[in-house]
């Protein structure tokens, strides 16, 4: 099958391999390249040895041959438009459970993977793990090819896995989406990478503050544009306005503009909001609001949680808040206790108390020794590479 022919067919992820994501020159310079998951044993007795005076050792002919035979999909030919002799290749190992966890253990023989790891041709896989790549010149630019063929449905919810050998193959890794260390049983393998594609091993890998998954539209995530904004406002206007009869002017207090928010989301809907504001020597969690229908949820506990996450990777060691007298109970079981002198007083019809919440810092904050790079990626995103990068690499590659 030609991946040129077939891609349309392919469902869309969102993932930034994809050749709608490319700026012209990429698209263009991929479009005069013809990708095949059909690879002849004549090909790979050509490449193999080109491949290994790039990369290193390799896995021999006949092991190719055999992966090959296993699974088609697993080995992809490029060569250029017009010509039929294949002048690159990208190769795969789609493991099955069992070839995931030898993988993650160490056990896995990369130049020699058993057969029973691996899953047939109809088979969906547990995990891929990008075996190796050999792809000169411009037929780099027809790799998001391939990885757009492992969006199709059978392929599409399975985390993919690599090692890079150089600094420039550990770039390309994070600007596809891949993130720098694995933790498998408690122990880091800080040479594997990964792009998480399962909604389940990406909830559990990201901070609590950037839960959010879109396949299960459910998960937590820093408010970035005016549509989230007015996902904010109308829970908060449910649950202030219409609940409890706050004025209009005293919820939407002019201060919504200089905050961070945090949204919460269950099936798609958005569901709670969280308001945080930053001062010289704390932070002020306020504004928590969750709609009357998920409140048999943990998704409150979720939000401060996340919350407090948030505030402890920004640096600060204090936080503080304003607690209904009524609720203090609540926020007591995330460390918060009564600050000494803290009340009560009253505002918008209830009774309120001061809340702080001292302690030591767990891991490093994001200050000036981070990298320069952390700072200008959107808020909360901060353990993902961001926009920015992709730009200084198009840059970097121009030059």
């Not at 919820?251 to 798609?268: K, M, Q, S, V, Y």
Request: with cysteine; proline share 6%.
């Amino acid at each position: 099958m030609s991946i040129n022919r077939q891609r349309q067919q392919f469902s869309s992820d969102g993932f930034p391999w994809q050749i709608e994501h490319q700026d012209h020159r990429i698209r263009s310079a991929a479009s005069q390249v013809a990708v095949r998951n059909h690879v002849t044993p004549e090909a790979i007795a050509d490449l193999l040895p080109k491949a290994s005076a790039v990369i290193g050792t390799l896995a021999s002919p006949e092991t190719v041959k055999r992966v090959a035979a296993r699974n088609a999909d697993a080995i992809w030919s490029f060569a250029r438009r017009g010509t039929d002799k294949p002048e690159g290749f990208q190769s795969v190992l789609l493991l099955n459970a069992d070839g995931l966890e030898a993988l993650l253990s160490r056990n896995l023989n990369l130049l020699d993977p058993p057969n029973e790891l691996l899953v047939g041709q109809a088979e969906r896989p547990a995990a891929i793990y990008v075996w190796a790549t050999y792809t000169p010149g411009r037929l780099a630019a027809a790799i998001p090819l391939v990885f757009e063929h492992f969006s199709a449905p059978r392929y599409a919810l399975c985390d993919i896995y690599s090692m890079a050998n150089t600094l420039q193959g550990a770039r390309s890794m994070e600007r596809l989406g891949f993130e720098r260390g694995v933790v498998h049983k408690g122990i880091t393998l800080p040479d594997l990478y990964v792009c998480r594609r399962n909604p389940m091993s990406i909830q559990a890998a990201r901070p609590r503050y950037d839960s959010y998954v879109a396949a299960t539209g459910t998960g937590i995530h820093v408010a970035h544009g005016i549509d989230d904004f007015f996902r904010i406002a109308a829970i908060r206007s449910a649950v202030y306005l219409g609940e409890q009869a706050c004025p209009f002017a005293e919820e939407f207090d002019g201060n919504d503009h200089a905050a961070t928010h945090l949204i919460g989301w269950r099936d798609h809907e958005p569901a709670a909001c969280l308001r945080l504001r930053f001062f010289a020597r704390f932070a002020k969690l306020e504004r928590l609001a969750v709609r009357r229908e998920f409140r048999r949820s943990q998704l409150a506990f979720e939000m401060v949680r996340a919350a407090v996450d948030l505030c402890r990777a920004k640096g600060f060691e204090r936080l503080y808040g304003h607690a209904r007298q009524d609720l203090l109970p609540f926020w007591q079981r995330f460390g918060f206790k009564l600050k000494e002198n803290g009340g009560p007083f009253s505002f918008s019809g209830h009774v309120f108390v001061e809340m702080l919440d001292d302690r030591p810092l767990d891991k490093d904050p994001i200050d000036v020794a981070s990298d320069p790079y952390v700072t200008i990626r959107p808020e909360g995103r901060w353990h993902r590479p961001g926009v920015l990068e992709t730009s200084a690499a198009s840059i970097d590659k121009d030059r």
